[in-house]
């Protein structure tokens, strides 16, 4: 049983480098596509959103932004006492749409 999930890891570990640049095509496809819709007047730029959303966060320390492309939102990350603040914000309009 141990030799078996030995190999199991050892063919896990070998796929993975096949695997991962996919993702990271993924990752550089996506962020294009919002650069693109910037530059057409489509979204307004993150430091646009940060300006808007910042403020608003009083006494909270900004952690950074990342993109989610499955949801189309910039999602801003924040820590307050020690909790994490996800803020969710569209990028054509600068609203927050969700914050948990």
Known sequence: MNKTIALSII????????????????????QEGVRKQMR????????????????????????GPEYVSYANVYR??????????????DPRTGDVLRQR
Do not use: H, Q, T
């Open 11 to 30: 063919a896990a570990l070998g796929l993975s480098p096949i695997v991962s640049p996919a993702f990271a095509k993924n990752d550089k496809s996506d």
């Open 40 to 63: 057409d007047g489509k979204a307004l730029s993150l430091r646009e959103i940060e300006g808007r959303v910042i403020p608003r966060m009083r006494g909270m320390e900004y952690l």
């Open 76 to 89: 801003l990350k924040f820590i307050d006492n020690g909790r994490v603040i996800f803020v969710d914000v």
